[in-house]
């Protein structure tokens, strides 16, 4: 039990950290890196990530049924399974090798307008570097997972914590002395291989893990596979969303758009772990709701969590439409200014998903979620399609709104559709959402005429205490007119404890 409570606060620590890190990072980078070497970074690891999908979802399978046959105390088992989980990763680590070679050459001579010999010699070095480390971290969930499910949560995160720390130092470091992006991949390398061999050592020397194959479970291993498929299709998604258009804009235009768009990536990646931190407490009780098939205490469920995540969505939201640009530019520079537009695009399209992603949940525990796979990875192809054609003539600003446009299309309209005929009382649902948001505006349009009216010099001081002051009186807004006693409660009991 003092693992499992060591674990959660460990969490909030590396949530916390790759927060404030993730957000030192980037301007730090930029210091040593020019817009072109960021860009071009960004553009390879966009490449890479498409190889990234490959874990297809083994390791949360791999501490599934190991965490079973710990419970079992079945010895043989465990080290059959093991056995059988390394032949899967080593065949993995092999098609990685293999289709690294095939993405490289297909990819690579739609860049040869807008990068330049030297860019496309570096873009090789740092590709190359990039797929080694994917061969060494993919295999490595294995001990991750080992440990996750002996339950030995406090080696887990901590060495995690170590490594989130470590790697920006030891990057800087090695960038003040060499600026180059390959000195950038290798360090990271580095630290991930350190990574790898410490949970390789504790799983084998500490925990004694075993990898013995005394049978081969064919029946097994299609088990593992198809459990793992739907969750491999969502990847695929993920991944065409949010990495393809740096591929097409660098395709089509070049690195500097790339590093712009990057960003805005990158805000909406933070945008969305809040929304998603809320609803994932709710899958164990979900679970058991749709084993006893009570559809009204999950619609009560899906309202709850819906208003609670459209309160944290929209405070983030209301603020970036006001202090973004502040925000940008003290955080990248002014040249980075067209990245707030883009956010802003994605932001607006992901508010109903965010406040709806406990519907994902509801999905999963019943075991309905193939056809949002399918049809969201239908409409992340489709977008793919339309951008490619309109980023040339219109630049970055048309591949943002085809993403905005197509996440609206598939997980605002087809989703609610499908929502609805599983027997979600979608239409209770934005009766009580949208009431919610009349009272929002009185502190958004007191801050904007505010911000009108009154020129203030853009500092860190100055941009904190306006956000400061927008959120207390948001949060005031939001007691008075829409918490309801269930909120308030919630409230007084987190602070409550905060005083203990």
């Known amino acids: 039990m003092n693992q499992r409570k060591a674990g959660v606060i460990l969490s909030y620590i590396s949530m916390g950290l790759n927060a404030i890190i993730g957000f030192i990072y980037i301007p730090m980078l930029l210091i040593f890196l020019s817009k072109e070497q960021y860009g071009l970074y960004q553009l390879v690891g966009s490449m890479v990530a498409y190889l990234t999908i490959m874990d297809f979802g083994l390791a949360n399978t791999t501490v599934r049924y190991y965490s079973q046959l710990l419970a079992k105390k079945d010895i043989k088992g465990q080290e059959n399974l093991l056995a059988t989980m390394l032949r899967l990763y080593t065949a993995i680590s092999c098609l990685i090798a293999v289709c690294s070679i095939v993405l490289l050459y297909v990819l690579l001579p739609f860049y040869t307008k807008t990068l330049s010999p030297a860019e496309l010699v570096t873009a090789k070095y740092v590709y190359w570097i990039m797929i080694f480390n994917l061969m060494i971290v993919i295999p490595g969930h294995i001990f991750s997972a080992i440990i996750q499910a002996h339950e030995k949560f406090t080696f887990l995160k901590i060495t995690h914590i ?28 580095t630290c991930n291989i350190s990574l790898f061999l410490a949970n390789a050592y504790y799983s084998i020397f500490k925990l004694k893990a075993k990898f013995h194959l005394y049978k081969w479970e064919g029946k097994f291993v299609k088990e593992i596979l ?3 498929f739907f969750i491999f299709l969502n990847a695929i998604m993920d991944q065409i969303y949010w990495k393809t258009g740096q591929l097409i804009l660098g395709a089509v235009i070049g690195t500097v758009s790339v590093a712009i768009y990057s960003v805005a990536i990158q805000l909406t990646m933070a945008y969305m772990g809040f929304s998603a931190n ?15 098939n009570d559809l009204t ?22 603020g970036f ?15 980075f200014l067209p990245a707030y537009y883009y956010t ?12 709806q992603n406990t519907g994902i949940l509801i999905l999963q525990a019943k075991n309905k979620h193939a056809f949002r796979a399918i049809i969201f990875l239908i409409i992340a192809i489709l977008n793919v399609i339309i951008s490619i054609p309109l980023a040339k003539k219109y630049g970055a600003m048309a591949c943002a709104i085809v993403t905005a446009s197509c996440l609206l299309l598939g997980q605002v309209l087809i989703i609610n559709i499908y929502y609805k005929k599983l027997g979600i009382s979608i239409i209770k649902f934005w009766k009580e959402i949208l009431k919610l948001f009349i009272p929002m505006i009185l502190p958004v349009g007191s801050f904007i005429l505010f911000l ?7 500092n860190i001081s100055n941009l904190s205490w306006q956000i400061v002051m927008f959120v207390i009186f948001y949060s005031l807004v939001l007691w008075k007119f829409d918490f309801n006693n269930y909120e308030k409660n919630l409230v007084l009991s987190a602070i409550g404890k905060l005083k203990k």
């Open 162 to 189: 170590l490594n989130i720390i470590l790697q920006p130092i030891l990057v800087f470091t090695i960038l003040h002395f060499k600026a180059s992006i390959v000195a950038l991949v290798v360090v990271q390398t």
């Open 226 to 228: 198809f459990f793992s």
């Open 344 to 355: 802003l695009l994605f932001m607006g399209a992901l508010i109903i998903p965010l406040i």
């Open 297 to 318: 205490e999950t619609n009560n469920i899906f309202i709850k969590v819906g208003r609670l995540q459209f309160y944290v969505v929209m405070l983030i939201f209301f």
């Open 321 to 335: 439409l006001l202090f973004g640009k502040q925000f940008i530019n003290l955080w990248v520079g002014e040249s």
């Open 278 to 292: 809320i609803s994932s407490v709710f899958l164990p009780k979900l679970s058991a709701l749709a084993v006893k």
């Open 452 to 458: 009108n009216y009154f020129s203030i010099q853009n």
